[in-house]
């Protein structure tokens, strides 16, 4: 059996530091924001290239708390891809705004920027760029749309700490960027936390003071907040693992090489890379026009994987279903996509035996 993801294999090398990190924590009796949060809050921001990390208790506060930190309240649209984690939509109603639904780029499902752009209203505030699986949206067209129209961007990075775009890390390309550390992201804490990035003073002061109850100091509270810190667990245990980050992402890369070159010539659409992207294949999502067959089929051959996404957004239940004929690539998507495994620690045999089972089940052993 090869799972689609096992975690053990992340930590087994890493035992004894994580353990003197939550040992270093527990002694220092400091578990909400602290020396270790700080420091992590730091060291994120440094990878970005950006002056700010702000540390909150998960990736979708992060988006809430942004978004509101640069201007989105009642009354607001603000521009999302109608294909992503519900996250990446559900802030925007968090934050008293209207989601505008955006169909996405059937290679790289990001939002397609072209039509973003006619989905723009008078009311229009803001643009959430995803960097959906670990493959950077395009974020000169989208820095360039914003720019044109007076919006501000946030990139929703929970799936692309590490990724860059023409060179330049994601995060440093929009007014604030969210990270998610929920435990089987590419850089996963032991719970869950996030964290806000960004270059901005102002923004970076705004959701300082949101995470915790609008406090503007000394228990004077001068805005509705949330209850959403970084804890000193999560971020010992974070920090421990963010020096293996690079050495990860390679390993993930290195095993979508692996696949593109052993699934070359299968009907079934491999994902892109397209630059000046560089994609940390958070997730190797494939696609076929028989997708549950071919998971079905996965299985009877002992290979885990997984959908990300069986709805596209706006087709969810609490965006009231619906919309194939508008969100057309959206809702193709969340029929063919199939995430295979991709994760640090997988041997060889196993990358290779993956390679097989999807050749003989594609009929292309
Ligand atoms: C995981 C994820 C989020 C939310 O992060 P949580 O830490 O689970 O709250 C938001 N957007 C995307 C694209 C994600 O994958």
Redesign the pocket.
Known sequence: MIPFIDLTRQHAGLRAELVAATARVLDSARFVLGPEGEALEAELAALAGVRHGIGVG??????RLALTAVGVGPGDEVLTPAF??V??ASTILMAGAVPVFVDVDPATFALDPDAAERAISARTRAVVA?H?YGHPAPMDAVGALARRHGLAVIE?A??AVGASYAGRPVGAWSDAT?L???PT?NLGAAG???MVLTDRDDVAARVRRLRHHGDGGRYRHVELGLCSRLDEMQAAVLRVKLRRLAAWTDEHRRIAACYDEGLAGLLLVRPVERPPARHVYHLYTVRHPDRDHLAKQLADLGVGTAVHYPLPVPGQPLFGGGGEGRWPEAWRASREVLSLPCFAGMRDEEIHAVVRAVRLACGGA
Do not use: E, I, R
């Open positions: 998960s990736g979708t506060d992060a988006l992503s984690f996250a990446s995803v959906l929703d929970a799936q969210c998610s550390f929920y992201k869950d936390a996030g």
